[in-house]
């Protein structure tokens, strides 16, 4: 399940949310019983289907480029 919901009242504010869900989770999302302003709800049922087509990078490694960059730097 691929959840997006964008509430507009007081904030504009977007959430986007991946998960394994029920088919009857599928049917009625919490975010459509909610009321919320936009609520956009995709199921599939194959393996993988609703991983993040973005590359992201993890903190180690930020932190591990941080430490050789000073280390290049230091060194030179």
């Known amino acids: 399940m691929k959840i997006h919901i ?3 009242r007081s904030v504009n504010e977007e959430k986007y949310m991946r998960k394994c869900a029920s ?4 049917d009625k ?7 919320e302003d936009k609520c956009e709800v995709h199921c599939c049922t194959s393996d993988n289907c609703n991983k ?3 590359k992201t990078v993890n903190g ?3 932190f591990m480029c941080a430490v050789l960059a000073f280390l290049i730097k230091f060194i030179a």
């Open 6 to 8: 964008k509430v507009t």
């Open 60 to 62: 180690t490694t930020i």
């Open 23 to 26: 088919a009857a989770e599928c």
């Open 29 to 35: 999302p919490i975010c459509k019983e909610a009321g």
């Open 52 to 54: 993040s087509s973005e």
